[in-house]
């Protein structure tokens, strides 16, 4: 099949998702850790383990992302959501001192999508956020694009596992053009 | 008296710490980590940070999947039951609503209110669900134009529902006006030559009897059925498209 027919929807650039983009719909499949602020009436099926009708205020639970950004309001009548781990405070010093090392894709394979993402919802941390988001994309970027030129001779498999799904995809258009420029030369 | 032990912390320095501590840290990372771990003994239930909860729209997304799974442009079978159920889903999550609004205005419950945005948020998280898979596909569809021409191999039309098959023949008239339009009185195919051709000459098969033949340089070359030449490509193309010569590919 010819690569170059099949034009998909591309992810959405910053804050923003593309409605018919496939990666965005998976994106925003992941679950956050919230707590709801207000009860859900009638929904207490969902839990699996209470007989409760309702879903009380004050559950703990993990919404998807969008979910929590459907019901999400500045003043924090329904819900409140908390940072995932990767985006905390420990793991930001761990991207500040080397972000090189870190599995990516382990560590939730939309690190950059799902980051961006939590900027909605108005933490304040949000600057610091975003600047380590934007600092590993950065310390990466040299060796993503490093080991995508070397892919044609070598085996980077290995490299590949720890990429997260951005990273992956622009590997993958750069292999691609690598190697149509490896058959005209 | 709680024993003393030795671990490795997140920066994988040594700290000493008692025991209990750090099997509730183990107990704490390990139950936190694993979502889905179903079940936790009750004395360590207070570790656990959230309840499993199942959520709306898991068939949707399931279908999304099934087409992000093939990256390349095939496209797979329609999935008309999975379109089916989610369907369903969604007119069953409406009718709860309608009768939650009306009991909300009627009676005015407004703690009735954030169900009603929960569901309200999942209607419109399948209706976005079943688009892009409906998009996606007809993005798939009209690839295939441009890969396999205008009849498509009866293993990809089975792929097909009736109304993509309808959507593709109107894509390939569509394309067909526009390149009747351009390129002067015949018209210009231009889902010829998606590639650079390699040479200028190509190997042809006569299929029919077609005559003399003139060629740029003045030569003149009868066409005989079943005779082979060495001819340029630009003059061989509108014979090629109209079935009088084949090309030869060795």
Same mark, same amino acid.
């Given at each position: 099949? #010819?690569?170059?027919?099949?034009?998909?929807?591309?992810?959405?650039?910053?804050?923003?998702?593309?409605?018919?983009?496939?990666? $965005?719909?998976?994106?925003?499949?992941?679950?956050?850790?919230?707590?709801?602020?207000?009860?859900? =009436?009638?929904?207490?099926?969902?839990?699996?383990?209470?007989?409760?009708? #309702? /879903?009380?205020?004050?559950?703990?639970?993990?919404?998807?992302?969008?979910?929590?950004?459907?019901?999400?309001?500045?003043?924090?009548?329904?819900?409140?959501?908390?940072? =995932?781990?990767?985006?905390?405070?420990?793991?930001?010093?761990?991207?500040?001192?080397?972000?090189?090392?870190?599995?990516?894709?382990?560590?939730?394979?939309?690190?950059?999508?799902?980051?961006?993402?939590?900027?909605?919802?108005?933490?304040?941390?949000?600057?610091?956020?975003?600047?380590?988001?934007?600092?590993?994309?950065?310390?990466?970027? +040299?060796?993503?694009?490093?080991?995508?030129?070397?892919?044609?001779?070598?085996?980077?498999?290995?490299?590949?596992?720890?990429?997260?799904?951005?990273?992956?995809?622009?590997?993958?258009?750069?292999?691609?053009?690598?190697?149509?420029?490896?058959?005209?030369? | 008296?709680?024993?003393?032990?030795?671990? +490795?912390?997140?920066?994988?320095?040594?700290?000493?710490?008692?025991?209990?501590?750090?099997?509730?840290?183990?107990? +704490?990372?390990?139950?936190? #980590?694993?979502?889905?771990?179903?079940?936790?003994?009750?004395?360590?239930?207070?570790?656990?940070?959230?309840?499993?909860?199942?959520?709306?729209?898991?068939?949707?997304? %399931?279908?999304?999947?099934?087409?992000?799974?093939?990256?390349?442009?095939?496209?797979?079978?329609?999935?008309?039951?999975?379109?089916?159920?989610?369907?369903?889903?969604?007119?069953?999550?409406?009718?709860?609503?309608?009768? $939650?609004?009306?009991?909300?205005?009627?009676?005015?419950?407004?703690?009735?209110?954030?169900?009603?945005?929960?569901?309200?948020?999942?209607?419109?998280?399948?209706?976005?669900?079943?688009?892009?898979? @409906?998009? #996606?596909?007809?993005?798939?569809?009209?690839?295939?134009?441009?890969?396999?021409?205008?009849?498509?191999?009866?293993?990809?039309?089975?792929?097909?529902?009736? %109304?993509?098959?309808?959507?593709?023949?109107?894509?390939?008239?569509?394309?067909?006006?526009?390149?009747?339009?351009?390129?002067?009185?015949?018209?210009?195919?231009?889902?010829?030559?998606?590639?650079?051709?390699?040479?200028?000459? /190509? %190997?042809?098969?006569?299929?029919?009897?077609?005559?003399?033949?003139?060629?740029?340089?003045?030569?003149?070359? @009868?066409?005989?059925?079943?005779?082979?030449?060495?001819?340029?490509?630009?003059?061989?193309?509108?014979? /090629?498209?109209?079935?009088?010569?084949?090309?030869?590919?060795?």
């Amino acid at each position: 099949m #010819d690569l170059q027919s099949y034009m998909p929807v591309p992810p959405g650039i910053r804050m923003e998702e593309n409605f018919f983009s496939l990666d $965005d719909i998976l994106l925003s499949h992941e679950r956050l850790p919230c707590r709801t602020e207000s009860a859900f =009436p009638r929904l207490g099926f969902l839990e699996k383990s209470s007989e409760t009708r #309702d /879903i009380p205020e004050g559950t703990k639970m993990e919404m998807p992302l969008w979910l929590a950004k459907g019901l999400y309001e500045r003043k924090r009548q329904v819900l409140s959501v908390e940072l =995932p781990k990767v985006y905390r405070e420990e793991w930001r010093t761990v991207f500040g001192a080397d972000p090189i090392v870190v599995d990516l894709h382990k560590m939730g394979p939309y690190y950059y999508g799902l980051g961006s993402q939590m900027l909605h919802f108005d933490s304040p941390e949000n600057p610091e956020i975003a600047n380590t988001i934007l600092q590993t994309f950065i310390g990466r970027f +040299r060796r993503t694009m490093d080991s995508s030129q070397n892919a044609y001779n070598e085996d980077t498999s290995a490299l590949v596992e720890r990429l997260d799904c951005l990273e992956r995809s622009l590997k993958w258009v750069t292999c691609m053009y690598v190697c149509v420029i490896e058959r005209l030369v | 008296m709680s024993l003393l032990t030795l671990r +490795r912390n997140f920066f994988n320095v040594h700290v000493i710490t008692t025991t209990k501590i750090y099997r509730e840290n183990c107990l +704490r990372w390990y139950i936190g #980590d694993l979502a889905s771990y179903d079940f936790i003994p009750k004395k360590y239930r207070h570790l656990s940070a959230t309840n499993k909860f199942t959520m709306f729209c898991e068939k949707a997304v %399931e279908l999304i999947r099934e087409l992000h799974r093939m990256g390349d442009g095939q496209l797979p079978a329609f999935n008309e039951d999975g379109i089916r159920q989610v369907l369903e889903e969604m007119k069953a999550l409406y009718e709860q609503n309608q009768t $939650d609004v009306n009991e909300a205005k009627t009676e005015g419950k407004s703690e009735l209110i954030p169900s009603i945005k929960f569901r309200h948020s999942c209607l419109l998280r399948n209706q976005r669900c079943i688009a892009a898979y @409906l998009y #996606d596909r007809l993005l798939r569809i009209r690839a295939l134009r441009w890969e396999y021409g205008s009849v498509l191999p009866t293993t990809i039309r089975f792929h097909m529902c009736a %109304e993509e098959m309808e959507w593709f023949n109107q894509y390939k008239k569509s394309l067909a006006t526009y390149m009747r339009s351009i390129g002067g009185e015949e018209g210009l195919d231009i889902t010829q030559d998606m590639k650079p051709p390699k040479s200028l000459y /190509i %190997e042809v098969r006569c299929l029919k009897d077609h005559g003399e033949f003139e060629i740029d340089d003045g030569t003149v070359i @009868l066409l005989k059925k079943n005779s082979q030449h060495f001819l340029p490509r630009w003059k061989c193309e509108q014979l /090629i498209r109209q079935g009088v010569l084949e090309h030869v590919i060795s």
